[in-house]
């Protein structure tokens, strides 16, 4: 089987599949309408976020076995029509939810203790404790929504505070040791702090808007470090602005496309953006929740283990 890779990965995914027997090609430069030029030739492609595999791209890639992506997620892959074209689709979501449930638990106590705030103050030189008392975890009640192999990562790391942990989720009897499975209108009345560890569906497009933060029964925390477009911005800084949400921790932003766009670079930088990044309880990153040298190794290894499960 030949296997064309469009993004470069972890070292041991080429070599491990080229010990396998597959004969592996990379092109991590041609354009799409290139890729798709010559895509009838293979039987598998792995990419991460390169580009959209769409009906046309399926359409050329009439030998195509399966798609590898190397990422949690495959909403950059018109998933039914390949699988209407009978293409084997893997992901990897076991390979980075540790890198996620730790990314997820340090922004949230970085948002408790005034971390950011208070490093930024003493390298200019301001020393001021009262102004950076912090709030403490214990006693707080964590909400989860999307109980799935993130979600389960995060809870797994709150076991050793003294919290309760809910979580919301559309599959059934998805709760664990860790955690307690409830309904939607439960975890508003109860939570916290909610994170959002959903995938990128039609359900959860713009799914914390107004009406769904309004629906909470206090003022809580947000930490997203699932999907950009899950969150509607301007209505999260809206509930900033109310104290409805007390802060809020910021892996993904709806303003990305395939991969963290620069927005310092577009004259047009969104107003809501604008007030995101002078925020003091507003904590960013650049979608590198799953991102760690670890992951980096575990998600190779985990299409390495998909592929040969399903095809050796």
């Known amino acids: 089987m030949k296997i064309l890779h469009l993004d470069t990965n972890h070292s041991l995914l080429i070599n491990q599949l080229k010990n396998l027997g597959f004969e592996n090609h990379e092109d991590y430069t041609s354009s799409k309408s290139e890729i798709e030029a010559k895509i009838h030739l293979y039987d598998g492609v792995v990419i991460r976020s390169r580009f959209t595999i769409d009906k046309q791209f399926l359409d050329k890639a009439t030998n195509l076995k399966f798609i590898g992506r190397v990422g949690a997620g495959l909403e950059n892959i018109d998933c039914d029509y390949a699988e209407e074209k009978g293409v084997h689709l893997i992901s990897a979501p076991e390979g980075n939810r540790n890198a996620v449930g730790e990314h997820t638990l340090g922004m949230l106590l970085s948002l408790f203790n005034k971390l950011n705030k208070a490093d930024k103050e003493v390298r200019e030189g301001r020393w001021l404790r009262e102004e950076n008392r912090g709030i403490e975890l214990d006693g707080k009640t964590v909400g989860i929504i999307g109980y799935g192999n993130m979600g389960k990562a995060f809870a797994k790391k709150l076991r050793g505070f003294d919290v309760e942990v809910i979580c919301y989720d559309v599959k059934s009897n998805v709760g664990n040791e860790n955690c307690t499975q409830v309904s939607l209108e439960e975890l508003q009345k109860r939570a916290d702090v909610l994170s959002l ?81 002078k925020a003091e309880n507003v904590l960013l990153s650049p979608h590198v929740a799953g991102w760690t040298i670890e992951s980096k190794e575990k998600l190779a290894q985990t299409i390495v283990d998909k592929i040969k499960e399903k095809f050796c």
């Not at 309004?214 to 969150?231: C, E, I, Q, Y």
């Not at 509607?232 to 932003?253: F, H, I, N, P, R």
Request: no cysteine; charged share 20%.
């Open 197 to 277: 560890h959903t995938p990128q569906t039609e359900l959860t497009m713009n799914m914390v808007n107004s009406d769904f933060i309004n629906s909470f029964s206090k003022p809580f925390w947000l930490l997203n470090t699932a999907r950009g477009k899950s969150v509607v911005t301007k209505d999260l800084v809206v509930a900033l602005q109310s104290g409805k949400v007390l802060g809020a921790g910021l892996d993904v932003l709806e303003y990305e496309k395939k991969s963290f766009e620069n927005l310092f670079t577009n004259q047009e930088m969104p107003e809501a953006f604008q007030y995101l990044i």
